[in-house]
């Protein structure tokens, strides 16, 4: 646990570094950056620096919408950290928008695993709430 500032600098610097190193070996665009992205992205939302943290998010989900490999729980998971940024920036309007988007993906996720649970056809589901 990171418990003075002193601390999160060096965790920040590192993985600043770390960024990098990944970037200029695999390229801007490989799966594997988003995860440097996510730690530098939840270390500025921890220094309350949400703009920094908006842009890292903001990074991963561009990656993960050109690399389906990562899954539609990362695409979740990146939309509400860039919601929760936007949030703290009072950026309420975008941050209602990604939230919606997450909740819909949900529900129309548990709606498919209910079908396929259950054995009924789609026109029974169409009135499921």
Do not use: W
């Not at 601390?7 to 801007?28: I, M, V």
């Not at 939302?45 to 908006?54: G, I, L, R, T």
């Not at 998971?77 to 936007?86: G, H, I, P, R």
């Not at 909740?103 to 026109?123: C, D, F, N, W």
């Amino acid at each position: 646990m990171l418990r003075s500032p002193g601390q999160h600098d060096h965790a920040e610097n590192f993985s600043k570094k770390s960024l990098k190193l990944c970037e200029q070996r695999l390229g801007k665009d490989h799966p594997d950056v988003v995860r440097h992205l996510k730690t530098l992205g939840i270390l500025y939302q921890k220094h309350n620096k949400y703009e920094d943290a908006a842009e890292c998010f903001q990074r991963c989900l561009g990656i993960c919408h050109t690399k389906p490999e990562l899954g539609e729980a990362k695409v979740a998971e990146f939309k509400v950290n860039l919601a929760n940024c936007y949030f703290k920036l009072k950026k309420f309007h975008e941050a209602e928008i990604l939230y919606k988007q997450v909740l819909v993906r949900a529900y129309e996720q548990v709606k498919l695993q209910i079908m396929k649970i259950s054995g009924l056809p789609k026109t029974v589901l169409i009135g499921f709430v």
